[in-house]
């Protein structure tokens, strides 16, 4: 069997208006979208049918098609044993009857549901924005408060954690709730922009615009043709996020890298087969050009008329939490069910995953998940603690990338076995490149931080000097021996004639950078407790006051 295979690109602008004549014969074709490629901001759709056709003119019509499809990304692909020449394409609109006033009805009393949950949100926003405000005030109050009772022994350093923890813990709590506000208004303002779409597809004059488009084909020999009808839709979107679990051992974690598909393009996906791409068409082509940077002198200009705003830049949802599709494992025996996992297709610029499965996405905003990959990833861990701002010590890994692809920014959820950790931020991360995740703190491993001594020497014929001495004590109720890395800092002079010194620290420090952070790093044996003190000299000129101690 002999095979045709035609590729057509037509933009509507260069191409002429297609002429029907009386011996062309008019086909609507039947075709449903059978493979969706999603990328960041858009997706392109492809719709088949397949025709028996005998030598002769046709016009083959793809209709009801969505008013959001991009006219000028529209291409036609032919295969099949009729020899077949596609000889253009034209996109027309045409108008449905809507669903009623009923349908309309319904839609509002949806909309009025979604947008009293709006405004309660927006409520509690408000309040803790206000709560965060109290604590950034009492912080930035503390400040020169706390400067001066230090002269007189007030506060004490218990008092002063205790403040230190509640301010810090208030602030984190605001802007972890925060957070979560943000992500659920932005879910009910995406429904609530997909039922306003369907209110107004079902008003006005009871009509419904839709596109149709008609493709000339001359067939010369009798076969069969399919026709792909390949188009762009903005209103479709990805959004990646990971599963991270780190294993008993600590020495290694299995990542399961999931992607949340949401469309709201005017039609349904109805079991698609679905790719998943990197690339960012909006972006375009080609890099910005730098044009020629003009300096002059001023000169006054006469006044302009006022221009009319520029028209509003149409905003494209964003994807929330990924929904966790779970695959039946087809063993006999009790073994952990499997990821069906995509095929990777690196390309010139990018990346494509092919979900091994077809997928429903219905246009309604709402998120669908899929499980992209699951790979292990080498880790070394350690232990890190900042005792001045926390008792806590935490879970420091670092990573390698070693697969294929690189690992694209998104929401990151971390495990140590069963138990869930917390959440962060991944950066994109490229093939082989290191990277950091922190898997919460160990209840197991402490760290608790004194002043042990505080002094102030007034400068008769040199500078005045404050010491201040910390101990930093240490202990592992773990049967396992470990190190832990610790920081604390020095204070920075904003002034030359203000030196400042690390003086007689127990440990010898790993590392003192710019910033004055310090850096130690100590091994623990199984239940062993340890001290590491050091002190800090503040010499500046005699009559002279400083602040920020």
């Known amino acids: 069997m002999k095979r045709l295979s035609i590729f057509l690109f037509l933009t509507l602008i260069l191409m002429p208006t297609l002429s029907i004549s009386a011996q062309q014969k008019r086909i609507i074709a039947p075709s449903r979208i059978t493979a969706v490629t999603v990328y960041a901001d858009r997706a392109q759709t492809t719709r088949s049918i397949t025709l028996p056709l005998t030598p002769g003119n046709y016009l083959i ?14 291409r036609v692909e032919g295969t099949g044993t009729a020899a077949a020449t596609i000889t253009g394409i034209e996109v027309k ?14 839609l509002q009393e949806e909309i009025r549901a979604l947008e009293r949950r709006s405004a309660a949100l927006d409520a509690r926003k408000s309040g803790i924005t206000a709560q965060k405000l109290f604590f950034e005030s009492i912080r930035v109050a503390w400040g020169d408060r ?22 810090g813990t208030g602030i984190t709590k605001a802007e972890e709730q925060n957070r979560e506000i943000e992500f659920d208004s932005a879910a009910i303002k995406d429904k609530i922009n997909a039922l306003r779409r369907q209110q107004r597809e079902a008003t006005g004059s009871g009509k419904k615009e839709s596109k149709t488009v008609e493709v000339a084909v001359e067939i010369a020999r009798e076969g069969t043709l399919k026709l792909s009808l390949l188009s762009l839709t903005s209103q479709a979107n990805w959004e990646p996020s990971y599963d991270v679990r780190l294993a008993t051992d600590a020495r290694t974690a299995e990542l399961t890298f999931r ?25 375009g082509g080609a890099p910005p050009e730098l044009y020629p940077w003009l300096i002059s002198l001023y000169r006054p200009q006469p006044m302009m008329p006022k221009t009319m705003p520029a028209a509003p830049t149409l905003m494209y949802s964003r994807a929330g939490k990924a929904d966790i599709m779970q695959m039946e494992s087809s063993a006999a025996e009790e073994a952990p069910a499997a990821f069906a996992t995509a095929q990777v297709n690196n390309e010139q610029t990018s990346v494509s995953f092919h979900v091994p499965h077809t997928l429903n996405v219905p246009s309604d905003g709402s998120r669908h ?15 890190l603690a900042l005792p001045k701002l926390s008792p806590s010590v935490f879970l420091r890994s670092e990573m390698t990338n070693n697969a294929t692809y690189p690992l694209l920014p998104g929401k990151v959820a971390t495990f140590v076995g069963t138990s869930y950790t917390g959440s962060s931020q991944l950066k994109k991360v490229a093939s082989g490149e290191r990277f950091e995740l922190f898997f919460g703190s160990d209840d197991q491993v402490t760290v608790k931080r004194e002043e042990i001594k505080q002094q102030k020497e007034a400068g008769l014929f040199g500078n005045n000097r404050v010491r201040y001495r910390y101990m930093l004590e240490l202990n592992n109720f773990r049967n396992d021996a470990l190190t832990i890395t610790l920081r604390d800092q020095l204070p920075i002079a904003a002034d030359e004639e203000i030196k400042i010194s690390l003086e007689d620290p127990s440990l010898k420090p790993e590392e003192i950078r710019n910033d004055g952070t ?26 002279r006051e400083i602040t920020g101690l």
């Open 259 to 283: 992607a949340t598909v949401h469309q709201q393009s005017g039609e349904d996906w109805d079991n698609v087969d679905l790719t998943l791409s990197t690339a960012h068409p909006a972006a």
């Open 61 to 74: 019509m793809f209709d009801s098609l969505p008013t959001l499809i991009m006219d000028d990304s529209i």
């Open 369 to 383: 998940g899929t499980v992209v990959s699951v790979v292990q990833l080498p880790v070394s861990m350690e232990y």
């Open 146 to 167: 706390i400067s001066k009772e230090l002269a007189v022994g007030r506060p004490t350093s218990a008092e002063l954690q205790d403040a230190a923890t509640f301010v």
């Open 93 to 106: 609109r045409a108008f449905l009857e809507g669903s009623g006033e009923k349908k309309v009805m319904e």
């Open 518 to 543: 310090i850096t130690w790093k100590t091994p623990l044996s199984g239940g062993e407790k340890k001290t590491v003190t050091f002190g800090i000299l503040v010499e500046y000129p005699k009559e």
